[in-house]
């Protein structure tokens, strides 16, 4: 036998070989990509939610003993504020399992917010098999009320 019939088909083998890892790679930045920009728009969110709940002041509370200590919050309207600005932006219907986790309110004047939601894997493989369901992004924001 011939050494070039030996080797007949041996590039085609190679060829589908480098498709399958060219696909999975493409899938693997698809997807990674996807995650990241879910998460950028998520966190610019959570700063406009921070700096609506930062101006939630407790009114009484200034007109009774002031700022020196900082700018005192009302829990309760901050998380109302981040509830609603959730609601006028949209994001339950942007971003897929979106939550409101966490609005934490400090005795100094800062609001911590905390967002989750979850961002689809567009192709299920071996490889994002394990983010079938998506890829869970959580993210912080924190603004502080400043007297001035």
């Not at 990509?33 to 939610?49: C, I, Q, W």
């Not at 921070?50 to 200590?69: I, K, L």
Request: glycine residues 8%.
């Amino acid at each position: 036998m011939s050494r070039a019939r030996r080797e007949s088909g041996q590039i085609t083998i190679m060829v589908i070989g480098f498709a399958v890892v060219g696909a999975l790679l493409l899938v693997v930045v698809v997807t990674s990509t996807r995650a990241y920009l879910t998460r950028r728009a998520l966190v610019s969110y959570a700063d406009g939610a921070a700096v609506t709940a930062a101006q939630e002041v407790a009114d009484e509370v200034v007109y009774q003993q002031g700022v020196e200590a900082g700018v005192p919050l009302d829990d309760g309207a901050a998380a109302a504020a981040v509830r609603d600005y959730a609601a006028r932006n949209g994001l339950a219907e942007r971003f897929q399992g979106f939550a409101v986790v966490d609005v934490a309110v400090t005795r100094d004047g800062a609001v911590r917010v905390a967002l989750r939601a979850v961002s689809p894997v567009s192709f299920v493989t071996a490889v994002t098999g394990a983010y079938a369901a998506g890829v869970p992004i959580l993210v912080e924001s924190t603004a502080e009320a400043v007297a001035g």
